[in-house]
């Protein structure tokens, strides 16, 4: 009988179904309260919001037809294009510095 250990990695599945889903209600917060967020900046420089991930394969970043990709894109999820192994691109990788020390 051989046994399967699933290590660490994700499914698409499981990261559309459980990750994205509290993503896609946190995003649409915020961009709700974006003219309270951003009322004391000029309208011409006001910024948009976007969803950053990194190039995970269970993102789905690669195949614009996955399950991750098509969510986002229903729920109008903005996000970046993120080179894959570009850690000095990714601003997360700045502030996982900051949390270890």
Partial sequence: MEIKIPGNSMTKDYYTENILLVYREAYKALKKRSNELRGHI?????????????NDPSHGTKNIQSKPALFKKD???????HPANSPDFNPIEAMWLIIKE
């Avoid at 000029?42 to 990194?54: H, N, R, S, V």
């Avoid at 729920?75 to 294009?81: G, K, L, N, R, S």
């Fill in 42 to 54: 000029p309208k011409k420089l006001w910024y948009k919001w976007y969803f950053q991930e990194d």
């Fill in 75 to 81: 729920a109008e999820m903005e996000y970046f294009y």
